[in-house]
């Protein structure tokens, strides 16, 4: 436990921040098969988030990931529902792929998308392979977030995939899902590089040390905040950054302020931040 951060210490306390709202760039939405989601609906999500103070969700559903045609109509009901706590990242599914299709529901739910979402893992098909190019392209030419699931092992979503998009889209902002999990020097070293990459903390916070080796090598402004709700527990993963050894401008730098950043190129969210902002410097 931290006592060193008046941060920690007000949310060991109260179990939110009033000034510090959080900004979740990683969740999901929905029943799983096999899966055990107890709070998975829209509405059980949105008690969890209450009571941590997250303002704003990016999700892409199960099903979106799954069964892109009835998933994508779904997730965007969610976000008209919602529309001040949820935004929608649409499903990239390699194995189902209709650019002409995916790209105009960007075009006639600009309030509902903040981006894309790849999950090459599922589809066996990696980030950098050619069939993928109209959907990086059009991040690309409209500076959108692309959240992409990233693991170090992975054939198909590793350092040398990520870095072959990066190359050829600077303008997008690519979220690495996970941080490339387990190559957290390669990480860090590919963020230094690339300054539209930013690392992302869901599954990060296994890791003792890692979030702090993070701040310490790279610096606090180019990591995101996510918890993959509902799959991890969201007050953990605040108390996570609570507990690491960094500067409380570092936390805020991470639970909202990078976020903020990115998503105020957004129509929508100077409405949105003046409402559930909290005054949050």
Known sequence: MNCNSQLAQRFWKYGRLEDCPVLDFHGHMGPLAGGYLPACSPEDMLKIMDRANVAMLCFCSHQATMVPA???????AVVQKYPERFKAYHSVVSRHLDPERD????????????????LADYYKVPISDKRHDPYWEYA????????????????????????????RYPNLIFIAGHSFHGKWEGAVELAARYPNLYLELTAVLDDRGVLDYFVDKLGSERILFGTDLPWFATHHGIGAVMSADITDDDRRNILYRNGKKLLERFPWFEEFWNKYGGGAF
Not at 71 to 76: E, F, R, V
Not at 113 to 118: A, E, H, L, M
Not at 148 to 154: Q, Y
């Open 70 to 76: 009835a998933g994508t109509s779904g997730d965007i």
């Open 140 to 167: 690309d030419k409209h500076r959108l977030l692309v959240l992409v699931h990233t693991w170090g092992g992975s054939d198909y979503n590793c350092l040398r995939h990520a870095e072959e998009v990066l190359e």
């Open 103 to 118: 790209l105009a529901d960007m075009e006639q739910y600009p309030d509902v998308f903040v981006g894309f979402k790849f």
